[in-house]
């Protein structure tokens, strides 16, 4: 199985820019589908970027595509999340996960413990 571990996250000003890493403790991570996802109090979880596991094939949701880049280094087993002109309602836990599949019906089976990112106004 595998292990991941997000950092990054924190308290930023809103128009500001966080980098999100997911950082894999074994090289099976090169098999997988990555997907970043975040959670606001009181929300259901959010799919925010996935990234195929070749990284050839990305998604965007709609809400943060002009804003949020997800990318993938597998020579070192990690996985990001670029956020920038962030805004309060990106305030949420962000999660990186790990799943099996194609596009969207990926399933998803390793989960990190979640990074915290809030955006004051």
């Known amino acids: 199985q595998v292990q991941l571990a997000e950092s990054g996250g924190g308290l930023v000003q809103a128009g500001g820019s966080l980098r999100l890493s997911c950082a894999a403790s074994?090289?099976?991570?090169?098999?997988?589908?990555v997907g970043w996802f975040r959670q606001a109090p009181g929300k259901e979880r959010n799919l925010v970027a996935r990234?195929?596991?070749?990284?050839?094939?990305?998604f965007v949701a709609s809400s943060v595509a002009r804003r949020f880049t997800i990318s993938r280094d597998n020579a070192q087993n990690r996985a990001y999340l670029q956020m920038n002109t962030l805004k309060p309602d990106d305030t949420a836990v962000y999660y990186c996960?790990?799943?099996?599949?194609?596009?969207?019906?990926?399933?998803?089976?390793?989960w990190g413990q979640g990074t915290q990112v809030t955006v004051s106004s």
């Open positions: 996960a790990l799943g099996l599949g194609f596009s969207s019906r990926v399933s998803y089976d390793y």
């Open positions: 074994s090289r099976t991570f090169t098999n997988y589908t």
């Open positions: 990234i195929s596991a070749d990284g050839d094939t990305t």
